[in-house]
């Protein structure tokens, strides 16, 4: 049997990481994103692992459409059986700069969906007898940085429900789990690195070697394919004994 993976946030940045490391193991995927080309993208992800995909850009701070971005799965490939709540965004700022708009947005997408999501899809994967979630969270899920509060905020958010879910879904083969990866090299982390020079007056390549990856005792970016052999792990079917855990993929960040 076919499996089926919505991976939201997936046509660019990790998400895509992500999906291309599905695909090459003969998953179906819907992806998820804001890409004018999305649908290109998916399509072009079929033809190169003649897998089936389907493309939607449904808005992930609106309850309402999440459970049609989960129905439309279910709808089109008969099924959902890997949920990874992948989409995030960022803004760096301190917080009495911080703009409320702003904030109510990332918790938004970077929490809040993720309830929504995983809410929506629980039904299907109770009835399967058969689920993973994958919780794309952050070394800021478990560490703290200045200029982060609503990331940060969400992120830590992200792993306490994650633990929550681990729990109500053993009875059914529902697992959950976290990727916390440390700097990976995306567009989001392009436009951090151009914030964090903004804000702290300093060069570009300073931030990075000064401020992101500081903390990591690894000084590298975490590579996008590494955090797609991560999910593929905790997607198998005898993954059914790991769940309510967080996976570090950080360099170090978090072993100081």
């Known amino acids: 049997m076919t499996k089926t993976a919505l991976i939201t946030g997936s046509t660019s940045g990790i998400g895509f990481g992500i999906a291309e490391s599905f695909a090459q193991k003969g ?12 649908k290109e ?46 989409a995030g965004i960022q803004h760096v700022s301190p917080i009495d700069e911080f703009p409320n708009a702003t904030y109510e947005k990332i918790i938004a997408i970077n929490m809040n969906a993720v309830f929504y999501a995983s809410k929506a899809a629980w039904k299907h994967m109770k009835n399967n007898k058969f689920g993973r979630i994958i919780n794309i969270s952050s070394v800021h899920g478990i560490r703290a940085s200045e200029f982060k509060s609503a990331y940060v905020t969400a992120k830590h958010g992200v792993i306490g429900l994650t633990k929550v879910l681990a729990l109500e879904g053993a009875p059914f083969n ?26 702290h007056h300093l060069s570009e390549t300073e931030v990075i070697e000064k401020i992101m990856l500081k903390k990591q005792a690894v000084k590298d970016f975490i590579p996008i394919q590494k955090i797609g052999e991560m999910a593929l792990l905790l997607a198998a079917d005898d993954a059914q004994t790991i769940t309510g855990t967080n996976f570090t993929l950080d360099g170090g960040w978090s072993a100081q």
């Open 27 to 38: 998953y179906q995927i819907m992806l998820h994103g804001l890409e004018a080309n999305g």
């Open 174 to 199: 529902i697992t959950c789990n976290a990727i916390c990866p440390g700097y990976v090299k995306t567009p989001l982390v392009d436009n951090q690195i151009k914030d964090q020079a903004k804000s």
């Open 41 to 86: 993208i998916a399509q072009k992800l079929a033809q190169r692992f003649n897998i089936k995909t389907h493309f939607s850009n449904h808005n992930l701070t609106n309850a309402e459409d999440i459970d049609r971005l989960i129905e439309l799965t279910v709808n089109t490939f008969g099924r959902i059986d890997v949920l990874i709540n992948n």
